[in-house]
């Protein structure tokens, strides 16, 4: 930042003087100057930014835990799951301190019901949805408590579908997005053991659909393509010969070229598939699971299938919390630190 300001000083002092006239130098020397000023202007807001986002998402966390879409609305698991991710993800002391984990732990547990599901909110509806946000928030911020997930690995096993997938709850259709959110949440609490692992394996070719008979959606590229790393690193540890030491068990260049050839907006952004509009939610997803489809790691082997230009590579993303490894690793050390039960509510020391 002092590099823009510095520069921007110096060309001040060192303009040819026109005399009035506007030559083609002034005109090239006076769009440099434009672009020096609008790329500090660019980097300055850029931390603005983070500090607002911090800001924000502190004025939509509920006084009892959890956090909502919107400030002075009901906590829900859905915006708790992102804006924990999205404060982990700007990974400041701003950011980590806005997390109120005493009060999280506590909305949590209170979404546990008796049958180990979670509802999403306070008199909501049940789905695994919720199993998964609360147990990625959880690991995340290092709260997870002795009986938080009692009973959540056996209800989770009650939605596997006869076709290997998950639905949202016991008895629903099996759904690409819920699959990934129950194997996930399997994950995070340490029960994969108990499902049919091989039973979510199926042919596909490029893009993912989400359940059976439904078309393709960029989306999917994660919430089924996402699963495979996680499914690779069980059968792996099942002794499963059959597994690649090389690849995940999915075309990974064929996913590539479905999404940026089918799901690209020519004016930026990704979509659900040719013809659909673009939005947030999809060019998330779409760039998850291309992360997905470039990298593949196992233990200390690690190995990039990036379609295209080397310009296309994205970084490598944690299977389960779908932000970046480094983020992960830097948000679990900092709630390392501090221990809930004792009243410490932040890395800084107690609440005051």
């Known amino acids: 930042m002092e590099d823009f300001r510095c520069t921007n000083s110096i060309l001040s002092k060192s303009k040819t003087p026109t005399d009035g006239l506007i030559s083609k130098t002034w005109i090239e020397q006076k769009n440099v100057e434009d672009s020096v000023e609008k790329c500090y202007s660019f980097f ?107 009973g959540t690995a056996e209800w989770i096993v009650r939605c596997q579908t006869y076709e290997g997938g998950f639905g949202g709850i016991p008895g629903m259709e099996a759904h690409g997005g819920y699959a990934f959110c129950a194997l996930a949440a399997l994950v995070l609490i340490d029960r994969v053991h108990l499902c049919d692992i091989k039973g979510l394996l199926m042919s596909y070719e490029g893009g993912f659909q989400g359940r059976t008979n439904k078309l393709v959606d960029g989306c999917y590229s994660f919430w089924q393509g996402g699963s495979f790393p996680l499914v690779h690193m069980i059968l792996t540890k099942q002794g499963e010969d059959f597994v690649s030491a090389e690849r995940w068990l999915f075309h990974q260049e064929a996913l590539q070229e479905y999404i940026m050839i089918c799901c690209q907006h020519p004016h930026g952004g990704l979509l659900d598939k040719p013809g659909k509009p673009r939005d947030f939610y999809h060019t998330c997803y779409c760039l998850s699971g291309l992360s997905v489809a470039q990298h593949f790691s196992e233990g200390r082997l690690s190995q990039e299938y990036i379609l295209g230009s080397a310009t296309n590579q994205l970084n490598m993303l944690h299977p389960v919390f779908n932000i970046s490894i480094e983020a992960v690793q830097l948000a679990q050390n900092y709630f390392s630190r501090a221990d809930v039960s004792s009243g410490e509510t932040s890395c800084n020391g107690p609440k005051k």
Not at 86 to 91: P, S
């Open 44 to 150: 300055k807001n850029l931390l603005d930014i983070e500090s607002d986002v911090a800001q924000f998402l502190s004025k939509c966390q509920d006084p009892d835990g959890g956090f909502s879409g919107g400030p002075g609305q009901k906590p829900h698991l859905a915006p708790t799951y992102a804006a924990v991710n999205a404060l982990c993800i700007l990974g400041t002391d701003e950011a980590f301190n806005v997390i109120d984990r005493a009060s999280l732990q506590r909305f949590l547990l209170s979404m546990h019901q008796p049958d180990g599901s979670f509802t999403m909110h306070l008199g909501g509806e049940v789905d695994i949805r919720g199993t998964y946000c609360a147990a990625s928030a959880a690991r995340l911020t290092n709260i997870t408590t002795k009986d938080m997930f009692d």
